[in-house]
């Protein structure tokens, strides 16, 4: 089987994770920027539009929150907004995924790739710092639980913990079915 490749059999259990963050991502506001707010924010991070803000490289296709907004299945208190995002290249968001900048950005593995990518050790500190200056001066937490009080906010983790264990007794019963189906299947074949 070394010539084909088969697709990844999906199950409810494997997209628990992406449905806790949609769960966590549903209270978080979403907030457009302002067409007069955009050429500051270019500007405060050294970069043009399409510019990836990590690595500089051009055509940047996503943008990255720079803080999570979903951590451990749960809303980390940042929006996303202007101030908590940065355009980049799907090759940094990937790498950085739900790491912090100042853990992910200086690290060796990430320093190696710059490096790949042409950036020397000066450009490379002055992204650091033009990015860590922009996390200072923009950098907002919001006590989510606090803004809608503890009750709603027990009654959230409730809900999620209560979907979550839906989908797996759903999956114990999916793969219940599954096991019949192919118990049939192998069974019409030895026939």
């Not at 549903?26 to 970069?47: A, F, G, H």
């Not at 940094?92 to 990518?117: A, M, Q, T, V």
Request: charged content about 30%.
């Amino acid at each position: 089987m070394k010539n084909f490749k088969m697709p990844i059999k999906s199950n409810l259990k494997s997209r628990i994770s992406t449905i806790n963050n949609a769960f966590a991502i549903s209270i978080i506001p979403y907030v457009p920027p302002q067409e007069e707010v955009l050429e500051e924010y270019y500007n405060e991070l050294k970069i043009e539009p399409k510019q990836c803000g990590y690595c500089l490289t051009k055509g940047a296709k996503t943008v990255d929150h720079i803080f999570p907004v979903v951590k451990d299945g749960l809303p980390f208190g940042y929006l996303t907004d202007i101030n908590n995002l940065i355009p980049c290249c799907k090759d940094c968001n990937s790498k950085k995924g739900g790491k912090l900048f100042k853990d992910w950005y200086k690290s060796k593995e990430n320093i190696k790739r710059l490096k790949e990518l042409k950036l020397n050790e000066t450009t490379i500190n002055e992204r650091y710092n033009i990015i860590s200056d922009y996390i200072k001066k923009h950098e907002k937490q919001y006590d989510f639980e606090k803004i809608i009080g503890k009750e709603k906010w027990d009654e959230f983790v409730r809900r999620k913990n209560k979907m979550t264990e839906l989908l797996e007794d759903n999956q114990k019963f999916c793969d219940e079915l599954n096991e019949i189906i192919w118990n049939y299947i192998i069974g019409s074949n030895a026939n």
